[in-house]
């Protein structure tokens, strides 16, 4: 591992395992609490360790970043101290992965979506349904999903460079918040998505230089960036505010396309008879008029 890499991840450990250490009260970890002034906010190292079942300097050697060699059990007990949830369990394993030699693996992502997934999303007439990668690259769409996004597509951002990315919509278009009901918390998932990211794929170097963009030119990404959440994305409702049809509360699910590493299928299943199946109909009638899509657009969701 170079170096600077041997740093960098040593720094998102210190900063993660800080960060999950510092919210936790002594109460929550059902500690004793005694008299006068605690100088930290949450747990110390040394209450992490006693929860943890191991030596104050071997938690300080972790919590510096270091987490090579560190053992299935080390990593449990420390999830647990912790108080680490699903994602964020996941998140310190992919660490320590990425901080072991023979766990340096490149990740691959698939860069196209096939045929057969094209046909998919065709034959998804009436849900908007679209296909993007872990970077909110969107890959391909069918027409109600480009009719939905209809904002994020027309983005003057997208206007001279592909392919259409709805993280950088969300923080570098004010129109974005408009469109998402709830920005705050739209905003603080796709930052808690593109850090879980950084733990599976290190070394993506496009994940990387978006990170970096987006830090440098926008403060409310930065400020969340700098809280070391992580979130999985699977299922949820979606509040949008369309500029024909108004606002909109959509159940959504994000499914992994296991035969195209990195690929995700998202689509969205509003119940039926619902004021939400309303508008998507009238939705999809001007898509299909070409009300809502430009005739410019290609299937690889590129203007």
């Known amino acids: 591992m170079a170096d600077d890499d041997r740093k960098n991840l040593a720094a998102e450990v210190r900063q993660f395992l800080g960060t999950r250490r510092a919210r936790i009260t002594p109460e929550q970890a059902g500690l004793p609490v005694y008299g006068g002034k605690r100088r930290v906010a949450g747990l ?3 209450e992490v360790a006693l ?8 938690y300080v050697r972790l919590e510096r970043g270091n987490l090579s060699g ?4 080390v990593l449990e007990a420390l999830a647990h101290a912790l108080q680490l949830d699903e994602a964020e369990r996941t998140h310190l394993y992919d660490l320590a992965r990425s901080a072991t030699p023979s766990g340096r693996r490149p990740t691959v992502t698939a860069s196209r979506v096939r045929p057969t997934i094209l046909r998919l999303l065709d ?8 296909v993007r990668n872990a970077r909110f690259d969107i890959l391909a769409t069918n027409a109600l999903g480009r009719a939905l996004y209809a904002p994020v597509f027309d983005s003057p951002l997208f206007a001279q460079r592909g392919p259409v990315n709805s993280a950088r ?3 570098l278009d004010p129109a974005s918040r408009d469109f998402w ?5 739209g905003a603080d998932d796709a930052v808690a998505f593109l850090r879980t990211e950084t733990g599976r794929a290190p070394h993506d170097k ?6 970096g963009e987006l830090t440098t030119r926008s403060d409310d990404f930065a400020r969340r960036w700098a809280r070391h959440d992580v979130k999985f994305h699977r299922s949820g409702v979606k509040n949008l505010r369309h500029p024909l049809v108004g606002e909109l509360a959509l159940p959504y699910e994000a499914m992994d396309l296991p035969s195209d590493p990195g690929l995700r299928l998202n689509f969205y299943t509003p119940e039926p008879d619902s004021r939400e199946r309303e508008a998507l109909g009238l939705l999809a009638g001007w ?4 009300t809502v899509a430009p005739s410019g657009y290609d299937r690889a969701g590129n203007d």
């Open 123 to 130: 034959s998804m007439a009436d849900v908007p349904a679209y």
């Open 206 to 211: 496009a994940l990387t230089d978006l990170i």
């Open 287 to 290: 898509a299909s008029t070409g």
């Open 44 to 46: 110390r190292r040394e």
């Open 51 to 58: 929860l943890a079942g191991m030596s104050v300097d071997y």
């Open 181 to 185: 009901s709830d920005w705050d918390k």
């Open 70 to 73: 560190a053992s299935d059990s």
């Open 169 to 171: 919509f969300m923080f």
